[in-house]
């Protein structure tokens, strides 16, 4: 009750540290309003004028609102001039002028804080402000973005800010050349990806052989994009260089065809038992036909029988009952005959596979200990008591023994992969196939990861069911954590729509701290509760009945998916409806730019399947101003996990229509997709702040 009172009283640490930093605002804005008298010549000189006071003894803290209303005096005579900016390929009309709350997030970057942000208040532009300061000292800033195309966009964009006033811009592009990269580096600002820095740092450290050939120049300050995506899920996935194997040994080809094969049968034979299971729900015999079902999910935990059973609450629970039941000690021995009933098993948390005896015979009737590890402890222990053998024939067995144990464990670790990929790793879910090639999808984007592959021989396997070219097996020649890199960075800071969740993790991890900055004006949008279907038809029903609704009175529609077989359903049943819509998915991503221009388009429905797609090239969108965005959402609970359907309701009666089918892993994506209307419908056109 006494915390309550004083928080009221005084405030929450975060509204304190907010009010910290009002005079300086009112400062800089004072200063700025003194700049609006200087020629742009003067204003320009103000750049080797910061610089010599900082040789002089004077700090970046001295000099942060001189600094900072230079760049938004900056901004207000490219407004005014209704400057027009060439941004990859298409012009845009500067419209941006710092509001006081972008003031205050560009402190909190500076002040190496992560400044979160709602979505649509001009984070890009923010990042102006803490980069011109930073650079001013000659040691380089990194501004680090979430894709290639992010980077090359704010280095022309917000370049035009830096250029103008006598600051050099450099951007990392995939493919570029040693020399190319050098010369960013060398720029007081360089734009680029978190993946394009790391690597170079990976070749600098761990394959340059001179001083001469390495490009980055030093780790003074870096300002991250999306930094929950980049510092927290990102980070999972360490950097690695890898080069071709010396000796391939993968036989994925050899066992496509006979795994292939056993996949079939076993599919069947589920697909049978699963038939079994719903008479046995019909005849009331609930707890056998749960039995069988989780015999089902332990030998192919996609079979479509099982998930639509999963669908009925009843069905589920006791599927779960008999699983239960079942890891308990006293029927472990009963576990293990299930199992071995089946020709192999499953574990989808783990993606691990495992042959049966049935399975082994399966593939090789003649000798089915062909796909067993041999014991090689007992086998070197009865060579040591062989007194037939002298220390050479012991050594040679010995020998013998070992290459016989490599090439069984090759033989087990080929099948296992192979059937990961059969029956873990879904197309158009997991990857798709592009000229040719297996392209890794992103879980958390659905963004295609071109150049990423799997590792341990699982990219290979999936390429072998696939029929496509099986590359080479990989080595590792150098490798880093994304959190390790980070580290490396005197001052590290960062910008989101959703920092303040994670806020334990960058502080333990990273020793960041989150400054949660208010919006330039209160939020209309209105989020409701989520709405609760019993299975993934009444859900889909659902979705597409509110589309049609709000299609036939003109309402633009965004509808978010979590991957790209979800999104072709959810197209293929608005084509039976035929309702005319635009599906952005990783098969897709070409048409990207043209599809998102016309989302803001009365009566308009685009199908994302994630926040990203949407907001890379949300500042080119023609917004139709009469629509304004808001959000509701519904949730579904259906087999392994809930899924939401999401839903923007207007405010006034008209607005953009967010529907989310399916939620995400990471509720950073959720929130973003909420937002994405603000890119829409901004008052300013850019979406990124205002007069």
Same mark, same amino acid.
């Given at each position: @009750?006494?915390?309550?009172?004083?928080?009221?009283?005084?405030?929450?640490?975060?509204?304190?540290?907010?009010?910290?930093?009002?005079?300086?605002?009112?400062?800089?804005?004072?200063?700025?309003?003194?700049?609006?008298?200087?020629?742009? $010549?003067?204003?320009?000189?103000?750049?080797?004028?910061?610089?010599?006071?900082?040789?002089?003894?004077?700090?970046?803290?001295?000099?942060?609102?001189?600094?900072?209303?230079?760049?938004?005096?900056?901004?207000?005579?490219?407004?005014?001039?209704?400057?027009?900016?060439?941004?990859?390929?298409?012009?845009?009309?500067?419209?941006?002028?710092?509001?006081?709350?972008?003031?205050?997030?560009?402190?909190?970057?500076?002040?190496?804080?992560?400044? /979160?942000?709602?979505?649509?208040?001009?984070?890009?532009?923010?990042?102006?402000?803490?980069?011109?300061?930073?650079?001013?000292?000659?040691?380089?800033? *990194?501004?680090?973005?979430?894709?290639?195309?992010?980077?090359?966009? !704010?280095?022309?964009?917000?370049?035009?800010?830096?250029?103008?006033?006598?600051?050099? =811009?450099?951007?990392?592009?995939?493919?570029? *050349?040693? #020399?190319?990269?050098?010369?960013?580096?060398?720029?007081?600002?360089?734009?680029?990806?978190?993946?394009?820095?790391?690597?170079?740092?990976? &070749?600098?450290? +761990?394959?340059?052989?001179?001083?001469?050939?390495?490009?980055?120049?030093?780790?003074?300050?870096?300002?991250? !994009?999306?930094?929950?995506?980049?510092?927290?899920?990102?980070?999972?996935?360490?950097?690695?260089?890898?080069?071709?194997?010396? =000796?391939?040994?993968?036989?994925?080809?050899?066992?496509? +065809?006979?795994?292939?094969?056993?996949?079939?049968?076993?599919?069947?034979?589920?697909?049978?038992?699963?038939?079994?299971?719903?008479?046995?729900?019909?005849?009331?015999?609930?707890?056998?036909?749960?039995?069988?079902?989780?015999?089902?999910?332990?030998?192919?935990?996609?079979?479509?029988?099982?998930?639509?059973?999963?669908?009925?609450?009843?069905?589920?629970?006791?599927?779960?009952?008999?699983?239960?039941? @079942?890891?308990?000690?006293?029927?472990? $021995?009963?576990?293990?005959?299930?199992?071995?009933?089946?020709?192999?098993?499953? #574990?989808?948390?783990?993606?691990?596979? !495992?042959?049966? /005896?049935?399975?082994?015979?399966?593939l090789n009737p003649n000798d089915p200990d062909a796909?067993?590890?041999?014991?090689?402890?007992?086998?070197?222990?009865?060579?040591?008591?062989?007194?037939?053998?002298?220390?050479?024939?012991?050594?040679?067995?010995?020998?013998?023994?070992?290459?016989?144990?490599?090439?069984?464990?090759?033989?087990?670790?080929?099948?296992?992969?192979?059937?990961?990929?059969y029956c873990v790793f879904e197309k158009d879910v997991?990857? =798709?196939?592009?000229?040719?090639?297996?392209?890794?999808?992103? #879980?958390?984007?659905?963004?295609? @990861?071109?150049? &990423?592959?799997?590792?341990?021989?699982?990219?290979?396997?999936?390429?072998?069911?696939?029929?496509?070219?099986?590359?080479?097996?990989?080595?590792?020649?150098?490798?880093?954590?994304?959190?390790?890199?980070?580290?490396?960075? #005197?001052?590290?800071?960062?910008?989101?729509?959703?920092?303040?969740?994670?806020?334990?993790?960058?502080?333990?991890?990273?020793?960041?701290?989150?400054?949660?900055i208010p919006t330039n004006r209160p939020n209309v949008?209105?989020?409701?509760?989520?709405?609760?279907?019993?299975?993934?038809?009444?859900?889909?029903?659902?979705?597409?009945?509110?589309?049609?609704?709000?299609?036939?009175?003109?309402?633009?529609?965004?509808?978010?998916?979590?991957?790209?077989?979800?999104? /072709?359903?959810?197209?293929?049943?608005?084509?039976? /409806?035929?309702?005319?819509?635009?599906?952005?998915?990783?098969?897709?991503?070409?048409?990207?730019?043209?599809?998102?221009?016309?989302?803001?388009?009365?009566?308009?429905? $685009?199908?994302?399947?994630?926040?990203?797609?949407?907001?890379?090239?949300?500042?080119?969108?023609?917004?139709?101003?009469?629509?304004?965005?808001?959000?509701?959402?519904?949730?579904?609970?259906?087999?392994?996990?809930?899924?939401?359907?999401?839903?923007?309701?207007?405010?006034?009666?008209?607005?953009?229509?967010?529907?989310?089918?399916?939620?995400?892993?990471?509720?950073?994506?959720?929130?973003?997709?909420?937002?994405?209307?603000?890119?829409?419908?901004?008052?300013?056109?850019?979406?990124?702040?205002?007069?």
């Amino acid at each position: @009750m006494i915390q309550w009172f004083l928080r009221k009283l005084i405030g929450s640490k975060n509204q304190r540290e907010v009010r910290k930093l009002q005079p300086l605002v009112q400062k800089i804005n004072e200063i700025e309003l003194q700049l609006q008298a200087l020629s742009d $010549t003067q204003l320009q000189a103000k750049t080797p004028e910061f610089k010599a006071r900082l040789t002089k003894g004077e700090t970046l803290d001295d000099l942060l609102p001189e600094a900072f209303a230079v760049v938004k005096n900056t901004c207000r005579r490219f407004t005014e001039a209704r400057r027009i900016i060439v941004v990859r390929g298409q012009e845009i009309r500067w419209e941006m002028i710092p509001f006081d709350v972008q003031l205050i997030g560009g402190m909190a970057l500076h002040s190496g804080r992560i400044a /979160e942000m709602a979505t649509g208040e001009g984070k890009t532009l923010v990042g102006t402000l803490p980069t011109y300061l930073n650079a001013l000292t000659g040691d380089g800033v *990194h501004v680090v973005t979430v894709n290639d195309y992010l980077a090359s966009r !704010d280095s022309e964009w917000m370049g035009e800010v830096y250029r103008f006033l006598g600051l050099s =811009v450099g951007c990392l592009q995939n493919g570029q *050349h040693s #020399e190319e990269r050098r010369a960013q580096y060398a720029c007081d600002i360089t734009y680029g990806t978190n993946s394009e820095f790391g690597f170079d740092y990976l &070749r600098d450290n +761990g394959m340059a052989s001179r001083v001469e050939d390495q490009v980055q120049r030093g780790h003074a300050y870096a300002i991250i !994009d999306e930094v929950d995506s980049i510092l927290i899920d990102e980070a999972r996935t360490p950097l690695i260089i890898s080069g071709p194997a010396t =000796v391939s040994t993968h036989q994925y080809d050899k066992f496509k +065809g006979p795994v292939s094969n056993l996949v079939r049968k076993q599919n069947q034979f589920c697909s049978e038992m699963a038939a079994q299971a719903n008479q046995l729900l019909q005849e009331g015999k609930m707890d056998e036909a749960g039995l069988l079902f989780f015999k089902v999910k332990t030998g192919m935990p996609r079979n479509k029988l099982l998930l639509k059973a999963l669908e009925n609450p009843e069905t589920r629970r006791a599927i779960d009952d008999a699983e239960l039941s @079942m890891y308990q000690d006293p029927k472990r $021995t009963e576990l293990y005959k299930l199992k071995e009933t089946l020709y192999f098993t499953i #574990e989808e948390k783990s993606s691990e596979a !495992d042959l049966s /005896e049935m399975g082994r015979h399966f593939l090789n009737p003649n000798d089915p200990d062909a796909f067993v590890l041999p014991d090689l402890i007992t086998i070197n222990h009865d060579i040591d008591q062989n007194p037939s053998l002298d220390a050479a024939a012991k050594d040679q067995a010995k020998l013998a023994a070992q290459q016989n144990y490599e090439e069984a464990n090759q033989r087990v670790h080929n099948i296992s992969q192979l059937l990961r990929a059969y029956c873990v790793f879904e197309k158009d879910v997991h990857y =798709v196939v592009q000229d040719n090639k297996v392209v890794i999808v992103d #879980e958390y984007t659905g963004r295609m @990861m071109s150049g &990423r592959r799997w590792s341990d021989g699982l990219h290979q396997a999936v390429e072998a069911k696939e029929g496509v070219k099986i590359d080479r097996e990989t080595q590792t020649l150098a490798t880093v954590t994304i959190q390790n890199y980070f580290r490396l960075y #005197e001052k590290l800071s960062g910008m989101t729509g959703t920092a303040e969740t994670e806020a334990n993790e960058f502080k333990d991890i990273y020793n960041l701290e989150v400054l949660v900055i208010p919006t330039n004006r209160p939020n209309v949008r209105i989020d409701h509760n989520d709405l609760i279907f019993k299975t993934r038809r009444e859900k889909l029903n659902a979705v597409i009945e509110d589309i049609r609704q709000r299609h036939a009175k003109g309402q633009p529609l965004l509808v978010g998916t979590a991957s790209v077989e979800s999104s /072709e359903i959810v197209s293929r049943m608005l084509r039976r /409806e035929n309702i005319p819509h635009n599906v952005l998915n990783a098969k897709y991503h070409q048409q990207e730019a043209e599809i998102v221009a016309r989302a803001g388009h009365k009566g308009a429905v $685009t199908m994302p399947p994630t926040w990203r797609v949407a907001a890379r090239t949300s500042n080119s969108l023609p917004a139709w101003r009469s629509w304004a965005g808001c959000m509701c959402s519904a949730r579904n609970v259906t087999s392994h996990a809930a899924s939401t359907v999401s839903c923007a309701d207007a405010v006034p009666v008209r607005g953009i229509r967010v529907l989310q089918v399916s939620s995400f892993l990471l509720k950073m994506i959720d929130a973003q997709l909420r937002g994405f209307p603000s890119h829409l419908f901004h008052d300013d056109p850019s979406g990124h702040g205002g007069k």
